[in-house]
């Protein structure tokens, strides 16, 4: 059953009428609909595209209980979900994502900086070297936006181009580095986790960075209280 069968099925079990559904290139793995002339119109990322017939009726249960201002039935939109963060559907689209990411240089020498040698510091430092090499990239968000991410299904680290600069210290760099890096990576043994969120432990482990005051300092003033993400 392809996607557009599928919505049509779950639609017809919520009472919904007549549906349209194509794929379309987004930047991101997002989803759009509209009503138009009595009809629900949805664009679903190409990333999908193959997506087992499973994850396809999840993400329709998904859409159309939104759609229809209603719950989503428990579990239905869980297959989706799970798969939209696998390495099964990034690593596919790796290629693909890369060409369409224009927030990105995924190159890791800056004009200042060179991710590679941070990450390599940062990783020999404070994870014993046991971390694999990730996909180092700048980014040119707004500093307000986030400093950092990494984007574990594809080990893709990207930091703001706002710290590609002599006159911020080394040590702020290398600190966004090992923050978001922590998020991923637990850094009592190197193994890789489920995100982790500001915790107790997380922030203990965080200020184990041998600049922490400093570089929390020097963040606050890059970005303000209004960041986040790092």
């Known amino acids: 059953m392809g996607i557009a069968e599928c919505f049509e099925s779950v639609s017809e079990q919520l009472g919904?009428?007549?549906?349209?559904?194509?794929?379309?290139?987004?930047?991101?793995?997002?989803?759009?609909?509209?009503?138009?002339?009595?009809?629900?119109?949805?664009?679903?990322?190409d990333y999908l595209r193959d997506a087992p017939e499973g994850v396809n009726e999840s993400l329709?249960?998904?859409?159309?209980?939104?759609?229809?201002?209603?719950?989503?039935?428990?579990?239905?939109?869980?297959?989706?979900?799970?798969?939209a963060k696998s390495r099964e559907l990034w690593l596919r689209n790796r290629d693909r994502y890369l060409s369409r990411a224009r927030s990105l240089m995924v190159?890791?020498?800056?004009?200042?900086?060179?991710?590679?040698?941070?990450f390599d510091y940062v990783n020999a430092n404070y994870f014993s070297g046991r971390l694999r090499n990730p996909i180092l990239a700048w980014s040119n968000e707004s500093p307000r936006q986030r400093l950092g991410f990494y984007f574990e299904p594809l080990n893709l680290m990207a930091v703001n181009m706002?710290?590609?600069?002599?006159?911020?210290?080394?040590?702020?760099?290398?600190?966004?580095?090992?923050h978001e890096l922590l998020h991923h990576v637990d850094a009592v043994n190197g193994r890789r986790l489920r995100r982790i969120h500001h915790t107790k432990r997380f922030k203990a482990q965080e200020r184990a960075f041998s600049s922490y005051d400093e570089a929390e300092r020097w963040l606050m003033k890059l970005a303000s209280k209004k960041r986040r993400g790092v």
Do not use: N
């Open 60 to 83: 329709a249960w998904h859409l159309l209980s939104h759609a229809a201002r209603t719950k989503c039935p428990d579990g239905r939109r869980d297959p989706y979900l799970s798969y």
């Open 162 to 178: 706002v710290l590609d600069s002599e006159r911020v210290p080394r040590y702020v760099l290398e600190f966004v580095v090992y």
């Open 107 to 118: 190159e890791p020498r800056g004009s200042a900086r060179d991710l590679r040698t941070v």
């Open 16 to 45: 919904l009428g007549p549906i349209v559904v194509d794929y379309h290139p987004y930047a991101e793995l997002k989803h759009t609909w509209r009503q138009r002339r009595g009809m629900l119109e949805f664009k679903i990322s």
